[in-house]
């Protein structure tokens, strides 16, 4: 996106700007470049479109490609312009973690949002770089291509599918990648039935984080993050966090199976296609 004069509207877009500069100058497409980056394709175009935030790993190898100090030494400020402060050292972890357990009461968990639907979400803030925030929010979802993409297990209270941010048409297409993603053999995803008054969930979202344990400089434990209402907060105390671990196994007895928790988003999706 630029504004009228044909500039960058964000620095991300700023930064794909000169990544497609750089590029074409060569005279290398897009697959080429992702080759000689180690990346894909698909990643070297979001980031050329400010679909992406670059992350610091593709940074660098950007900067090897070309020969150059530039992305690395940009990469930290884009990164803190499109991630809150308190919330970065949360995203580092998330990247690195192994199995991520996420209840979410109000909205679709952020990695599993389209981008119209991310939109949706942020927009009524009216933040300044709007652009960034959603592309920052669907670059987190690139740890679903790792070769050993984490575990994921998402319970979802069912006002999530009641919910219906951007519309009936992006909310369509909303559940849609809700239901593509629970078909995935390391995904799980449940809902909490509106017949269940009362859960342990009532009071915050929150996610939990599992490393493994023989990694050097992660945590030894579980990871807590909570989420609030201007700021989350990420526990590392064993007692909170295993708080928040017995939490999250009674909000998986109060769920739908993962069987049923597909038919009740397909039947909220048909709701959706017949209107």
Same mark, same amino acid.
């Given at each position: 996106?630029?504004?009228?004069?044909?500039?960058?509207?964000?620095?991300?877009?700023f930064?794909?700007?000169?990544?497609?500069?750089l590029?074409?100058?060569?005279?290398?497409s897009?697959t080429?470049l992702?080759?000689?980056?180690?990346?894909?394709?698909?990643?070297?175009?979001?980031?050329?479109?400010?679909?992406?935030v670059?992350?610091p790993?593709?940074?660098? +190898?950007?900067d090897?490609?070309?020969?150059?100090?530039?992305?690395e030494?940009?990469?930290p400020?884009?990164?803190?312009?499109a991630?809150?402060?308190?919330?970065?050292?949360?995203?580092?972890?998330e990247?690195?973690?192994?199995?991520?357990?996420?209840?979410?009461?109000?909205?679709v968990?952020?990695?599993?949002?389209?981008?119209?639907?991310?939109?949706?979400?942020?927009?009524?803030w009216?933040?300044?770089?709007?652009d +960034?925030?959603?592309a920052?929010?669907?670059?987190?979802?690139?740890?679903f291509?790792?070769?050993e993409?984490?575990?994921?297990?998402?319970?979802?209270?069912?006002?999530v599918?009641?919910?219906r941010?951007g519309?009936?048409?992006?909310?369509?297409?909303?559940?849609?990648?809700?239901?593509?993603?629970g078909?995935?053999?390391?995904?799980?995803? !449940?809902?909490?039935p509106e017949?269940?008054?009362a859960?342990?969930?009532?009071?915050?979202a929150?996610t939990?984080l599992?490393?493994? !344990?023989?990694?050097?400089?992660?945590?030894?434990?579980?990871?807590?993050?909570v989420?609030?209402f201007?700021?989350?907060?990420?526990?590392? +105390?064993?007692?909170?966090?295993?708080?928040?671990?017995?939490?999250y196994?009674l909000?998986?007895?109060?769920?739908?199976?993962?069987?049923?928790?597909s038919?009740?988003?397909?039947?909220?999706?048909?709701g959706?296609?017949?209107r």
């Amino acid at each position: 996106m630029e504004t009228d004069n044909g500039a960058p509207a964000s620095l991300a877009g700023f930064l794909g700007r000169q990544l497609r500069k750089l590029r074409t100058e060569r005279g290398w497409s897009q697959t080429e470049l992702a080759t000689k980056a180690h990346t894909t394709g698909a990643m070297i175009s979001y980031v050329e479109n400010a679909k992406r935030v670059l992350a610091p790993d593709l940074a660098r +190898d950007l900067d090897a490609t070309f020969g150059i100090d530039f992305f690395e030494e940009l990469c930290p400020l884009v990164l803190a312009y499109a991630y809150p402060s308190w919330f970065l050292p949360y995203v580092e972890l998330e990247r690195e973690a192994k199995a991520i357990r996420s209840f979410q009461s109000q909205v679709v968990p952020g990695l599993l949002q389209t981008e119209e639907y991310a939109r949706g979400t942020l927009a009524p803030w009216r933040p300044d770089n709007l652009d +960034d925030l959603v592309a920052a929010r669907l670059t987190r979802q690139a740890l679903f291509d790792r070769d050993e993409p984490p575990h994921t297990w998402f319970i979802l209270d069912e006002q999530v599918l009641r919910r219906r941010i951007g519309g009936p048409t992006v909310m369509r297409d909303q559940l849609e990648r809700l239901l593509s993603a629970g078909r995935h053999p390391r995904c799980v995803i !449940q809902v909490i039935p509106e017949a269940v008054a009362a859960h342990p969930g009532l009071s915050s979202a929150f996610t939990m984080l599992s490393f493994d !344990q023989g990694e050097e400089k992660k945590p030894p434990h579980d990871v807590l993050h909570v989420d609030g209402f201007s700021r989350g907060r990420t526990a590392l +105390d064993p007692a909170e966090v295993n708080e928040g671990a017995r939490a999250y196994d009674l909000l998986r007895s109060y769920a739908l199976s993962p069987e049923e928790s597909s038919d009740r988003i397909g039947e909220y999706m048909e709701g959706l296609t017949k209107r």
